[in-house]
């Protein structure tokens, strides 16, 4: 089944460290893969999206996503994480219907705690 | 503010009643998206519409229902309440759909249903 994967349920970091947030993928065909923050009471925004091209992906607010075909991973980065980074990550993927009309999948979610 | 328009933000009401979710679309877009979210389901696809037309379906329950408009507005109709109904409910919408769609969704910020 296709389908996308959060190993983490909250991932830790210090201000000012990298921090990294994994998303794993399993898919037939061509991924189209994406990143996208929640922050609290808030709905859902676009981070980055990998659709074909570039292994690294730059997006919003610093972010960057580097997508790993070997090892079906698409993990997010950020080289210095800032407390306002503090939110839920969703690791997304495009998955093609019979018709073609596709649906947009999320993952489990990764709430990432950045620490002064 | 992502352009889209969820009402009402809040809802209370009983197990076994009736109630409608209104989302209106980012100007332009011709899609929208219905995806419920909870703890212990996570973020989970219900429906999709574009320009009227119902094109992909998750795990929307029976007791669930969902049209667009003329006017490319959406709702969501839950029927039957229970309580494990209880969650947010967010509405989404892109320019296009199909094997074209980029997969970058415009999410409002969702509409709180509790179910007591």
């Known amino acids: 089944a296709q389908s996308v994967a959060q190993p983490e349920d909250q991932v830790n970091v210090a201000e000012g460290n990298p921090l990294t947030v994994k998303c794993t993928y399993s898919?037939?065909?061509?991924?189209?893969l994406f990143w996208y923050v929640q922050y609290p009471n808030r709905g859902l925004q676009f981070l980055l999206k990998?659709?074909?091209?570039?292994?690294l992906v730059k997006g919003s607010y610093g972010f960057e996503a580097e997508f790993n075909k070997s090892q079906t991973s698409f993990h997010l980065k950020k080289p210095s994480a800032l407390v306002s980074d503090s939110a839920l990550y969703f690791c997304?993927?495009?998955?093609?219907?019979?018709?073609?009309?596709?649906?947009?999948?999320f993952g489990a979610g990764t709430q990432v705690v950045v620490t002064p | 503010d992502s352009g889209v328009t969820q009402t009402p933000k809040h809802l209370i009401t009983a197990t076994g009643q009736r109630v409608t979710l209104r989302c209106s679309p980012r100007?332009?877009?011709?899609?929208v998206y219905w995806y419920q979210q909870s703890l212990d389901q996570g973020l989970q696809f219900l429906i999709q519409y574009y320009n009227g037309e119902e094109r992909a379906k998750g795990n929307i329950l029976e007791r669930f229902s969902a049209q667009q408009f003329p006017d490319l507005h959406s709702e969501l109709n839950l029927s039957s309440l229970e309580l494990g109904d209880s969650a947010l409910y967010f509405c989404?919408?892109?320019?296009?759909?199909?094997?074209?769609?980029?997969?970058?969704?415009?999410f409002g910020e969702g509409s709180r249903l509790t179910v007591l």
């Open positions: 997304a993927g495009l998955f093609m219907t019979t018709d073609s009309w596709g649906k947009l999948q």
């Open positions: 100007s332009g877009d011709l899609s």
């Open positions: 989404a919408s892109s320019l296009r759909t199909g094997a074209l769609n980029t997969g970058e969704l415009f």
């Open positions: 898919v037939s065909g061509n991924p189209y």
């Open positions: 990998y659709i074909t091209g570039d292994n």
